[in-house]
């Protein structure tokens, strides 16, 4: 069955409350709604891949993102994208580190363009940024956590 215009105005919204609450779309959230408005799992799952909003995979504790529209990648987003992933170790594709700490994502444009290339780490904004300026604060947050990790097991 394919969604209706009726149901598609109620699963949006709901998805996208899903998505708040949760940082991303689990599949067991898809099962439920599904029975509730009674659209099929993979209609949900086209919505939900039509819709670059939504995620299906929990983000990690920190997210970089990293512009990649067009004035960003003419003065460098693709040199920083790989500096940032290099020093994750993002291979395959992959958005978040194995260890849940890092998601890196590609935004079309932050419309923040004369201060390209433009790179956001967690609340912090830096334009006119290298990829080795990337590079560090990501790195400084990584020290951070161990640190942070450090304390902690010192404390129990
Ligand atoms: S293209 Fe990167 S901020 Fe606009």
């Given at each position: 069955m394919a969604v209706s215009t009726h149901?598609?105005?109620?699963?949006?919204?709901?998805?996208q409350e899903v998505q708040v609450e949760m940082g991303y779309v689990p599949k067991e959230a898809i099962s439920e709604i599904s029975k509730e408005l009674r659209v099929s799992t993979?209609?949900?799952?086209?919505?939900?891949?039509?819709?670059?909003?939504?995620?299906?995979?929990?983000?990690?504790k920190h997210m970089v993102k990293i512009c990649s529209g067009t004035a960003c990648h003419v003065r460098g987003a693709p040199l920083i994208i790989d500096a940032v992933e290099d020093e994750l170790g993002l291979e395959d594709g992959n958005e978040t580190t194995e260890d849940g700490e890092f998601t890196v994502e590609k935004v079309a444009c932050f419309g923040a363009?004369?201060?390209?290339?433009?790179?956001?780490?967690?609340?912090?904004?830096?334009?006119?940024?290298?990829p080795d300026?990337?590079?560090?604060?990501?790195?400084?947050?990584i020290k951070a956590e161990a640190k942070k990790k450090k304390a902690e097991a010192a404390n129990e």
């Open positions: 149901d598609r105005s109620a699963l949006i919204p709901l998805l993979s209609d949900i799952f086209g919505v939900l891949t039509f819709y670059s909003q939504f995620r299906l995979n929990p983000t990690g363009c004369s201060l390209a290339p433009v790179v956001i780490v967690d609340e912090t904004t830096k334009g006119n940024i290298t300026q990337a590079r560090r604060m990501v790195r400084k947050i």
